[in-house]
């Protein structure tokens, strides 16, 4: 079973295709800095915005599904070499190379022995996708698995002022326990002033003018502190709302959204300045595996 983790760097990919058709990147360069950005010559004038727009575009090769519950560090790779094949091969070529892996290609001049060969190519780039396989252990983002920008537009902009939650969360729950305490005597005297109208019915019955007079007062009275309660739990609402809106934090779900952006931005932090990509490794053959197999060489 293969489990999702978050990918935040991933967003440099998207932005860089995204800036290359605002910029109307001519097609042949486009591939080029995809597949191989990193071992394109550099011209003298270039800037580090624009070295590291080359190494983000490598990216492409380090997206896609990664069993990050593999063990088998060979498997891993294999797996990860096999996706980059497909991917190519689909995109560039319009050709599903990929099923070559097992066996020669069945409709297309395409043998087991070419796959490898460009399994080869592969083996020889060092994917920095952000994680490796697991192998035994817990997998996490690392930045030893990313690429290293070195441009100041790479970097993250200023950190937000930081805000104090506890503060924050000992005024809400102070204001929410100010508004449950009105609504309850709200309640309280709703209740009184329904449990009155008998009352004040019986004093008219039994022409006792000075008890319905003094049930009329009572009336007004819990009239008047009505109106006056309700108004006061209106304000607390509206302090609850305004203080939810500054917080971004509304109920649970908002708890819950709040968790998962200060997890977001511990990501971040923790990869700013880095990219998904891939660089030149060392450089290896690769043997055929039957049945795309490891361990079968």
């Known amino acids: 079973m293969t489990r999702n983790y ?38 003298k ?54 099923c070559a892996r097992c066996h ?5 001049p395409i043998p087991t022995s070419d796959y490898y060969a460009m399994a080869g190519i592969f083996r020889s780039t060092q994917l920095l996708s952000g994680y490796g396989a697991r192998q035994g252990g817990g997998n996490k983002m690392e930045t030893k698995n990313l690429i290293a920008l070195g441009s100041a537009a790479s970097l993250p902009g200023p950190a937000e002022p930081a805000v104090n939650r506890d503060a924050e969360d000992a005024q809400r729950v102070k204001l929410h326990k100010q508004l449950i305490e009105l609504q309850s005597q709200i309640k309280k005297t709703e209740t009184a002033k329904e449990d009155l109208k008998p009352r004040k019915g019986k004093g008219k019955d039994q022409n006792n003018d000075g008890k319905a007079d003094k049930l009329e007062k ?15 739990a209106a ?12 917080s971004g934090d509304k109920g649970d779900k908002g708890d819950k959204a709040a968790t998962s952006g200060a997890q977001e931005k511990k990501l971040e932090g ?13 450089a290896m053959d690769s043997v055929i595996f039957l049945r795309g197999e490891v361990d079968k060489p």
């Open 6 to 43: 978050p990918f935040p760097n991933a967003w440099r990919y998207r932005d860089y295709v995204i800036d290359s058709f605002n910029s109307d990147k001519p097609y042949d360069q486009f591939v080029m800095e995809q597949i191989a950005g990193d071992l394109l010559p550099e011209k």
């Open 45 to 98: 004038s270039m800037t580090a915005a624009e070295k590291d727009e080359r190494l983000i575009a490598t990216g492409f090769l380090a997206l896609g599904p990664k069993d990050l519950n593999e063990k088998n560090a060979l498997q891993f790779t294999m797996d990860n070499v096999d996706e980059q094949i497909d991917v190519i091969s689909r995109s560039m070529l319009a050709l599903t190379v990929s």
């Open 104 to 108: 020669d290609h069945k409709f297309g």
């Open 218 to 232: 009572h009336e007004a009275s819990l009239t008047k502190k009505l109106a006056e309660r309700r108004t006061q």
């Open 235 to 246: 304000v607390v609402e509206g302090q609850i709302k305004k203080l939810e809106k500054i």
């Open 270 to 282: 923790a990869a700013a300045g880095f990219a998904m990509g891939a660089s030149d490794g060392r």
